[in-house]
T-cell receptor, first 114, second 114 residues
Framework: DAKTTQPPSMDCAEGRAANLPCNHSTISGNEYVYWYRQIHSQGPQYIIHGLKNNETNEMASLIITEDRKSSTLILPHATLRDTAVYYCIVRVHSAREYGNKLVFGAGTILRVKS | DTGVSQDPRHKITKRGQNVTFRCDPISEHNRLYWYRQTLGQGPEFLTYFQNEAQLEKSRLLSDRFSAERPKGSFSTLEIQRTEQGDSAMYLC????????????FGPGTRLTVL
């Protein structure tokens, strides 16, 4: 079972920031928070990941609360092409041989509207 | 393009036929994953290879399913005696077992069993 909880859907106006929340209250100390998105009929696309510090890349920012029980993915200026299902996943970073699979939940459908 | 590629992108078959899908990972990646995604659901893990060794299999992978990665590069997923319930998107992902071990997905193969 997925270890995260996300709202089923959200709307965002084009050009505005999209803030997607994720709860992961049972996260372990060695688990990272990953975000992927899936545009209709395509494979999931990696967005960003983090452990406890906030992270930013060219696609998005990830804000993780101090207790690590929740996080928010921020798309600073959403466009119509950001309409997709966004998945928040927790997993261990490891070079170990087992247990590396991603466990997806239902995700959040983000609709960006003009 | 140096991303994960999958072939074919679409496959329509009749119930009872065998089908085979191919995945070519990112060239230096030594880990390869297969996932399955049905309509409206997140991807579900099927199996995982590190180099040529198949290290983990989901209980979703019935005995009609077989996956190989003979030389530790490309992988094939075969489904024998297809059933209508096998209709889904089959996704392949690859990663490098060091550093972030982030999985990158291919575009998927959409299977329709009539």
């Amino acid at each position: 079972d997925a270890k995260t909880t996300q709202p089923p859907s959200m709307d965002c106006a084009e050009g505005r920031a999209a803030n997607l929340p994720c709860n992961h209250s049972t996260i372990s100390g060695n688990e990272y928070v990953y975000w992927y998105r899936q545009i209709h009929s395509q494979g999931p696309q990696y967005i960003i990941h983090g452990l406890k510090n906030n992270e930013t890349n060219e696609m998005a920012s990830l804000i993780i609360t101090e207790d690590r029980k929740s996080s928010t993915l921020i798309l600073p200026h959403a466009t119509l092409r950001d309409t997709a299902v966004y998945y928040c996943i927790v997993r261990v970073h490891s070079a170990r041989e087992y247990g590396n699979k991603l466990v997806f939940g239902a995700g959040t459908i983000l609709r960006v509207k003009s | 393009d140096t991303g994960v590629s999958q072939d074919p992108r679409h496959k329509i078959t009749k119930r009872g036929q065998n089908v085979t899908f191919r995945c070519d990972p990112i060239s230096e990646h030594n880990r390869l994953y297969w996932y399955r995604q049905t309509l409206g659901q997140g991807p579900e893990f099927l199996t995982y290879f590190q180099n040529e060794a198949q290290l983990e299999k989901s209980r979703l992978l019935s005995d009609r399913f077989s996956a190989e990665r003979p030389k530790g590069s490309f992988s094939t997923l075969e489904i024998q005696r297809t059933e209508q319930g096998d209709s889904a998107m089959y996704l392949c992902a690859s990663s490098l077992a060091q550093g972030t071990d982030t999985q990158y997905f291919g575009p998927g193969t959409r299977l329709t069993v009539l």
